[in-house]
């Protein structure tokens, strides 16, 4: 089956901690994306990439760090420099600039 | 900067009926893509509709429709004989067909209509 798949599905962190989100996806897609989803509110832009060993911040990428090294997947990490990291994490993929498919997500919570 | 508005937070319908969302969107560009995307419970994003532009046909899926008013720039979303696999929170979003900066495939959501499907 041909899809995204994203892991956890649910995380802990304590303060202070770096965390990884994974993204993959074997729909052979260029582009991947990392969006992040507040209570009450639409997705917000965190990082993109277009092709392999490129990426391009987002609309709030301060605080999170990701890494293109191969085209399936697209880790986001969450540095102990987001003051506030609780949120629900949507990874998506994308052929060139279309329609984007997201994965299932991952709830990150701080403790 | 481009900006999409869902101006009903929630909206209830009874099964079988019609029910029409609504958004609104912002832009200075003439070219441009639009969306519907459902997030049921399991919080995954699933794309509904597409539309673009420079189509003056409203696109359809199966139960789904769009009315795009370009000029008045609305896309709403129209849902026949809705069932209770409909309830979700719905999303507008936005994407332009021109690229800024590598920005070109970044979407702009708006914040969301909770559908509820009363038996």
């Known amino acids: 089956d041909g899809g995204i798949t994203q892991s956890p599905k649910y995380l802990f962190r304590k303060e202070g901690q770096n965390v990884t989100l994974s993204c993959e996806q074997n729909?052979?897609?260029?582009?991947m994306y990392w969006y992040r989803q507040d209570p009450g509110q639409g997705l917000r832009l965190i990082y993109y990439s277009q092709i392999v060993n490129d990426f391009q911040k987002g609309d709030i990428a301060e605080g999170y760090s990701v890494s293109r090294e191969k085209k399936e997947s697209f880790p986001l990490t969450v540095t102990s420099a987001q003051k506030n990291p609780t949120a629900f994490y949507l990874c998506a993929s994308s052929i060139g600039w279309d329609t984007q498919y997201f994965g299932p997500g991952t709830r990150l919570t701080v403790l | 900067a481009q900006t999409v508005t869902q101006s009903q937070p929630e909206m209830s319908v009874q099964e079988a009926e019609t029910v029409t969302l609504s958004c609104t969107y912002d832009?200075?560009?003439?070219?441009?893509?639009l969306f519907w995307y459902k997030q049921p419970p399991s919080r995954q994003m699933i794309l509904v509709i597409r539309?673009?532009?420079?189509?003056?046909q409203n696109a359809t899926e199966n139960r789904f429709s769009v009315n795009f008013q370009k000029a008045a720039k609305s896309f709403s979303l129209k849902i026949s004989d809705s069932q209770l696999g409909d309830a979700a929170m719905y999303f507008c979003a936005y994407r332009s067909a021109y690229g800024y900066g590598g920005s070109q495939g970044n979407l702009i959501f708006g914040k969301g209509t909770k559908l509820s499907v009363k038996p």
């Open positions: 729909l052979n897609h260029d582009a």
């Open positions: 832009t200075s560009e003439s070219d441009y893509y």
């Open positions: 539309q673009e532009a420079y189509k003056q």
